[in-house]
């Protein structure tokens, strides 16, 4: 199973943001409200065209109450 999109030579990890932010109801700028981001971020990063900052990932990590492995997929395994 691929775990990685290619575009243009970068990777790009897989996430759950969307379905997350569905869970709860929240619309992209709710969600990025939430973490101090602007909803174009939000849609970049559901969308896989960019990957979170670090910090960014952990703050995720809080506001869903997940690991960030259960939030982004990585190819340790693949």
Do not use: C
């Not at 691929?2 to 932010?21: A, M, P, W």
């Not at 995720?60 to 395994?77: A, N």
């Amino acid at each position: 199973m691929r775990r990685y999109r290619y575009r243009g030579g970068e990777r790009f990890v897989k996430n759950r943001l969307k379905i997350l932010r569905a869970e709860r109801d929240w619309s992209q700028a709710e969600l990025a409200g939430r973490l101090d981001v602007s909803r174009q971020a939000v849609n970049a990063i559901e969308t896989g065209k960019h990957d979170p900052s670090l910090p960014l990932a952990f703050r995720m990590s809080r506001l869903f109450g997940l690991p960030i492995e259960q939030i982004f997929e990585d190819d340790v395994d693949g």
